[in-house]
């Protein structure tokens, strides 16, 4: 049975580069595998889908049920961003960057995770210490989904490691401007044009526990934040909506990537409780947060420090 390496739900292009690769590592190694995303690729998100029709690599194949299968994740670990039925499936093997989720497994596993800005840098380094031919394609993803999970390097999540990993990367992918490359992915990323408002909330969107309370984290990132503006009302209602589904709080950063911070627009039972969370003060249903690039590294763990997690 081939392993189904497949990314968290909502796939960004981490999850989609990552799922390639490592099923490109595994078969390379030995072991059948396909590279798989949970969701359609007609509604694969807009960067994603600019990358890889830009290197000319098909999208992975889509993947919502794991039941009965053996599957690899990459880019998470927690069963609540898992296609269905994970219990049910053989997890075999793990690389990522974030905190370790709640994903157990029967056997010992590989499992390989690193503090670094994106799994592609990970797995970078798994294919140079096992001297592991990265195919110029396969590379040219790696390379898109490091400029984007680091934010072109910006965000705090950044290492050393992952500019190490771009500055070999796009020696194999034959790139030579990587901030160019950078911004016709912000372009694709943020480009907001006739999309449905749901495709808008839900492009990069992850549910949270918090202490038993539901909190939804989305992000925009944009370059710059007028961009929403004619929007903005018709967002915030989507945010309201998106509430009253049993959330305590739904919180949406619209991140501006050149000034470098993030108008948060707040939704939530105790408003407070976000304030105390940021040191800042909600004004007419947002807070500007200076420096605020990263979900997972500067908006999760304040909120689950207030949250009392
Ligand atoms: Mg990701
Ligand atoms: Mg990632
Ligand atoms: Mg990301």
Excluded at 24 to 44: F, P, R
Excluded at 261 to 270: P, W
Aim: charged share 25%.
């Amino acid at each position: 049975m081939s392993v189904c390496v497949v990314g968290h739900s909502n796939p960004d292009t981490d999850s989609v580069a990552a799922a390639i690769s490592f099923a490109n590592y595994l078969k390379a190694t030995g072991t059948d595998a396909v590279a798989c995303m949970q969701i359609e690729a007609a509604k694969l998100n807009p960067e994603s889908t600019a990358v890889l029709k830009k290197f000319g690599v098909a999208a992975p194949q889509t993947l919502m049920d794991a039941a009965g299968k053996k599957v690899a994740l990459v880019d998470f670990s927690d069963i609540g961003q898992a296609p269905a039925n994970i219990k049910d499936a053989e997890v075999v093997a793990i690389v990522d960057h974030h905190k370790i989720g709640d994903i157990t497994t029967n056997n010992p596993i590989l499992f390989h995770a690193q503090p670094v800005g994106c799994t592609c840098t990970v797995l970078h380094e798994m294919y140079k210490t096992n001297n592991v031919t990265l195919p110029k394609d396969v590379a040219s993803l790696m390379l898109c989904a490091i400029l984007s999970d680091t934010v072109n390097f910006k965000s705090p999540t950044c290492t050393e490691a992952d500019k190490k990993a771009v500055a070999e990367l796009k020696g194999i992918a034959g790139v030579t401007d990587t901030d160019s490359l950078f911004m016709e992915m912000l372009k694709a990323k943020s480009s907001i044009d006739g999309v449905p408002m749901k495709d808008l909330v839900f492009r990069d969107y992850k549910d949270f526990d918090m202490n038993g309370k539901k909190v939804g984290i989305g992000q925009l990132e944009l370059a710059t934040v007028d961009q929403v503006a004619g929007i903005r009302a018709d967002l915030v209602k989507a945010l309201e909506d998106l509430k009253k589904d049993g959330r305590h709080s739904v919180l949406f950063m619209l991140t501006d990537v050149v000034k470098e911070g993030t108008d948060l627009i707040v939704v939530s039972d105790d408003n407070a409780l976000i304030e105390s969370a940021f040191g800042a003060k909600v004004e007419n249903g947002s807070m500007w947060v200076n420096g605020m690039m990263s979900r997972k590294k500067q908006t999760v763990p304040p909120l689950q420090k207030a949250f009392g997690c």
